[in-house]
T-cell receptor, first 109, second 112 residues
Framework: EDQVTQSPEALRLQEGESSSLNCSYT??????LFWYRQDPGKGPEFLFT???AGEEKEKERLKATLTKKESFLHITAPKPEDSATYLC??????????FGAGTQVVVTP | NAGVTQTPKFRVLKTGQSMTLLCAQD?????MYWYRQDPGMGLRLIHY???????AKGEVPDGYNVSRLKKQNFLLGLESAAPSQTSVYFC???????????FGDGTRLSIL
């Protein structure tokens, strides 16, 4: 059965304390992996798409990487405004997009 | 640039009542989707559309119906609301299957 698992469920960081979020997946034929940011009371906001193992994307303090089994979202020197829930979603060869449950990140000053 | 707009933002219904959630997008996207989001669970696909006049079932379609009469609008209907349908509903759109989906800000629906 296809699965998308995000870890940890929650992460509390001090401002400036870098960390990584994990998204592991078991799907048949990855066509794309997407990272989103979701703020309370808002819809998911698109961050990155990764299409093949070895690919990396960066945006400000965020960097996403992809292997054949998992993706990492690295947060470098986070600021309080990086506090949010980060979602990953995996598109399989059948065109089905499956979301993980998310990692809630809190960055304290 | 509005993107994806959902109405209403909040609604409380009684069991057995019906209602329609409206989604509108101004990006000329072909694909549109309805999801529900429940605590501790990922977004789950209810129904989707690959173009005007088309609809298809997603992962959790029971109790819901949809229509896509115009390219820019996607309607989600609940014919007889049940407490299990209490959730936050998100609409999304994308240009194609492998392009990223863009989401609205959700409708928070409570069914008593």
């Amino acid at each position: 059965e296809d699965q998308v698992t995000q870890s940890p469920e929650a992460l509390r960081l001090q401002e400036g304390e870098s960390s990584s979020l994990n998204c592991s997946y078991t799907v048949s034929g990855l066509r794309g992996l997407f990272w989103y940011r979701q703020d309370p009371g808002k819809g998911p906001e698109f961050l990155f798409t990764l299409y093949s193992a070895g690919e990396e994307k960066e945006k400000e303090r965020l960097k996403a990487t992809l292997t054949k089994k998992e993706s990492f979202l690295h947060i470098t020197a986070p600021k309080p405004e990086d506090s949010a829930t980060y979602l990953c979603a995996v598109l399989d060869s059948w065109g089905k997009l499956q979301f993980g449950a998310g990692t809630q990140v809190v960055v304290t000053p | 640039n509005a993107g994806v707009t959902q109405t209403p933002k909040f609604r409380v219904l009684k069991t057995g009542q019906s209602m329609t959630l409206l989604c509108a997008q101004d990006m000329n996207h072909e694909y549109m989707y309805w999801y529900r989001q429940d605590p501790g669970m990922g977004l789950r696909l209810i129904h989707y559309s690959v173009g005007e006049g088309t609809t298809a079932k997603g992962e959790v379609p029971d109790g819901y119906n949809v229509s896509r009469l115009k390219k820019q609008n996607f309607l989600l209907g609940l014919e007889s609301a049940a407490p299990s349908q209490t959730s936050v509903y998100f609409c999304a759109s994308s240009q194609g299957l492998i392009q990223p989906q863009h989401f609205g800000d959700g409708t928070r629906l409570s069914i008593l």
